[in-house]
C-alpha cells in the first residue's frame, strides 16, 4: 500500500509564498505522476498541477507563472512552490500520486491553505 503525507500548509497574506511537500511511501512504481489538487467545500476536486517521473509538468492556467511543481524521484516526493499567492488560492490542497502501469490513485489527507487579503 501507499501512503502520502503533505505539509507546508498555512496561513499568508496575499502576495506570499508558501511551499508544500508530499511524501510517499510503500511500494511505488518508477512510472508514476504526482501531483497537486484543490478542494473547496462544495465545490469539484481541480487540478492544480501534475509532474510526471520523467519531469513532465502541466498546470492549471490559474497558477501558472505563479507556481512550480518539482519532485525527487529517488525520495518519491513532490514539491509545489506557491509564490504570488491571492486570496481564491485559499483551499485545501491534496497530494495525488497515480500509477500507470497498474492505473491507481492514491491520495493525501490535504493540507489546508489560506491567504488573507
Known amino acids: 500500500q501507499v501512503q502520502l503525507v503533505e505539509s507546508g500548509g498555512g496561513l499568508v497574506q496575499a502576495g506570499g509564498s508558501l511551499r508544500l511537500s508530499c511524501a510517499a511511501s510503500?511500494?511505488?512504481?518508477?512510472?508514476?505522476?504526482m501531483g497537486w489538487f484543490r478542494q473547496a467545500p462544495g465545490k469539484q476536486r481541480e487540478l492544480v498541477a501534475t509532474?510526471?517521473?520523467?519531469?513532465?509538468?502541466n498546470y492549471a492556467d490559474s497558477v501558472k507563472g505563479r507556481f512550480t511543481i518539482s519532485r525527487d524521484n529517488a525520495k518519491t516526493t513532490v514539491f509545489l512552490q506557491m509564490n504570488s499567492l491571492k486570496p481564491e488560492d485559499t483551499d485545501v490542497y491534496y497530494c495525488?500520486?497515480?500509477?500507470?502501469?497498474?492505473?491507481?490513485?492514491?491520495w493525501g489527507r490535504g493540507t489546508q491553505v489560506t491567504v488573507s487579503s
Open positions: 495525488n500520486l497515480r500509477t500507470v502501469t497498474i492505473a491507481r490513485d492514491y
Open positions: 509532474i510526471t517521473s520523467g519531469g513532465t509538468t
Open positions: 510503500g511500494r511505488i512504481s518508477s512510472l508514476n505522476a
